[in-house]
Structure formats: structure tokens, C-alpha cells
């Protein structure tokens, strides 16, 4: 099979990998042995509760965090029929409210990899940066049903766990899991696949995505993302987040914890999230 065909193939598989992100925000720490140790305890929020938080921790954080830049590496592997990688390390610049400016620092393998799947990446993650597309892709109640599924805490804190339905089928959403941090309320890991197929070629697609706390923010860590092309064989696409970078003149200070606003005695009414339209 000639690269030509093979890459069109990778890049109608790819042109939602990134828009997952901009769900925000997330990210956590690798899974170690203290994350396989966790306790399963009773959560003391139900998810309706966890959910309102966890959106109005995320609209602080953006209003807060207006300005910053970071490092990303690129890296992506096909198996199967062909064997090919590629690299790519940029550093990008984000402007409120959602101007993001991408720099390539370095590139190294497959040049054809590099313009039909990199750059693709990168168009998309801008698309999906645009107002009316990040409300279709938040991680809010107008987007998602939410369910409760555990509480857990280990060395570094406690979690909750909810399984994330979309209400819709649309190219930005997924189908998974969530853990969101009981103390700030920031999501720090995703796992799931899209909510939609991306092609008859594409049999699977699974992801995480994982957070780190940085500064007074959680920003994302580590993507990985693998998927299965029929007859082809599989891909395997890597993103590491590093160097984040909030200047002199930015509002980086940490948003107030919402837990100490939010009264967990309020009616459901009072828990309600603000519509995305103030996102």
C-alpha cells in the first residue's frame, strides 16, 4: 500500500484526537503502584454535586489563567503493514479566549507523517479552540450525563470516578471516565474513546489523557492515544506536555477553592453549573 493512502487513512483517524484536550484541562500524574493500591470508600458528594464544582472550578480557571506557554512533544508510531514514526516538538503560546500560536522547534522521522498527521493535529486543536466548538466539546450537563462511580483515595489524594455518557454524537465528545480531585475539583484524568466512529477504517480508538497541578492549575501532562486501522494495524500517538510557562504579566494566581462556596447542604438548585454560554 502506497504512503499516499495510508496517511489518508491516519488523518481521517486523527482529526478528532485533539479536541478531546480542550474539554480542558486535565491531567494526572502516571499511574503507580499507589494509584493500583487505592482505597474504594463512600463518596461524601453525590455526582450532581461534583459535577456543579468541577464546572465552576473550570470557569474560574479560565478566567484566571488568561496567558500561558508550554512545550509539547509529538510523538507518533504506526504497526502493522508499515512500520513508521515520527517526532515533532513545538512550543505553544495561548492567548484568551483561545488563541493559540504553535512554534515547531524540532521534527525528525517520516516528513510525510509529519505534514498529513502533526499538522492536522494542530489544526484541529485550533478548530476546536473557536467558541462555539469548545461549548460542544466541554465536559458540562449540557453535553454529558454523569454517574457516579466510586470514590477512591490513595497516597496522593482522593478521587471521584464518574462515567461520562455523551447526550450527543458529535465529532468533540467521548464516551468514558473521569476522576476528579475532591479538593479543587479539577479533572485530572480522562479515559474513554469518541463518541463516534471516526471512519469504517477505524475498528478502536482508546485514549487517557492525564493532569498535572501546576502552579495553582491542573494542565495537561500526558496524552496517549491508540488506534486500531482495519487491515492496516495500529497506531500509537504520544503527546508530553512540559515546560509551562505563565510569564510576568499573567493572572496565574489560584482560582479560591469551590468547595469552601459551595455549601454541600444547598438544594439541587443552588448546585446547578453555570450555562456554557459563560464558559
Known amino acids: 500500500m502506497r504512503d499516499t493512502q495510508t496517511v489518508e487513512?491516519?488523518?481521517?483517524?486523527?482529526?478528532?484526537?485533539?479536541?478531546?484536550?480542550?474539554?480542558?484541562?486535565?491531567?494526572?500524574?502516571?499511574a503507580t503502584a499507589a494509584e493500583l493500591s487505592a482505597k474504594t470508600m463512600a463518596p461524601p458528594l453525590t455526582a450532581s454535586q461534583v459535577v456543579s464544582r468541577m464546572v465552576e472550578?473550570?470557569?474560574?480557571?479560565?478566567?484566571?489563567?488568561?496567558?500561558?506557554?508550554?512545550?509539547?512533544?509529538?510523538?507518533?508510531?504506526?504497526?502493522?503493514?508499515?512500520?513508521?514514526?515520527a517526532d515533532m516538538k513545538v512550543k505553544m503560546k495561548y492567548r484568551w479566549p483561545g488563541k493559540k500560536d504553535f512554534t515547531v522547534?524540532?521534527?525528525?522521522?517520516s516528513a510525510f507523517m509529519q505534514k498529513h498527521v502533526f499538522n492536522r493535529l494542530i489544526?484541529?486543536?485550533n478548530e476546536a479552540s473557536g467558541r462555539s466548538e469548545h461549548q460542544q466539546a466541554s465536559i458540562t450537563p449540557e453535553n454529558y450525563d454523569f454517574e457516579l462511580a466510586g470514590y477512591e483515595r490513595d497516597d496522593r489524594g482522593a478521587y471521584y470516578i464518574l462515567n461520562v455518557t455523551p447526550r450527543f454524537k458529535r465529532k468533540f465528545l467521548f464516551k468514558g471516565n473521569i476522576r476528579v480531585d475532591d479538593q479543587s475539583f479539577a479533572i485530572v484524568r480522562i479515559e474513554g474513546e469518541p463518541a463516534t466512529s471516526l471512519s469504517w477504517w477505524t475498528t478502536k480508538v482508546d485514549f487517557v489523557y492525564r493532569y498535572k497541578r501546576v502552579g495553582g492549575f491542573w494542565?495537561?501532562?500526558?496524552?496517549?492515544?491508540?488506534?486500531?486501522?482495519?487491515?492496516?494495524?495500529?497506531?500509537?500517538?504520544?503527546?508530553?506536555?512540559?515546560?509551562?510557562?505563565?510569564g510576568t504579566n499573567m493572572n496565574a494566581k489560584s482560582p479560591v477553592p469551590v468547595k469552601l462556596l459551595l455549601?454541600?447542604?444547598?438544594?439541587?438548585?443552588?448546585?446547578?453549573?453555570?450555562?456554557?454560554?459563560?464558559d
Open 57 to 85: 472550578m473550570n470557569r474560574r480557571r479560565t478566567e484566571a489563567l488568561r496567558n500561558y506557554s508550554s512545550v509539547r512533544s509529538y510523538h507518533l508510531e504506526l504497526h502493522g503493514l508499515i512500520n513508521k514514526h
Open 105 to 109: 522547534l524540532s521534527r525528525s522521522g
Open 123 to 125: 489544526e484541529a486543536e
Open 263 to 278: 455549601s454541600d447542604h444547598a438544594p439541587d438548585s443552588e448546585l446547578r453549573p453555570p450555562s456554557s454560554s459563560s
Open 219 to 246: 494542565l495537561p501532562a500526558l496524552n496517549e492515544t491508540v488506534t486500531h486501522v482495519r487491515i492496516f494495524g495500529r497506531s500509537l500517538l504520544t503527546i508530553k506536555y512540559q515546560d509551562y510557562d505563565f
Open 9 to 30: 487513512i491516519i488523518r481521517t483517524v486523527w482529526k478528532t484526537v485533539l479536541v478531546l484536550w480542550i474539554c480542558v484541562f486535565l491531567t494526572g500524574p502516571d
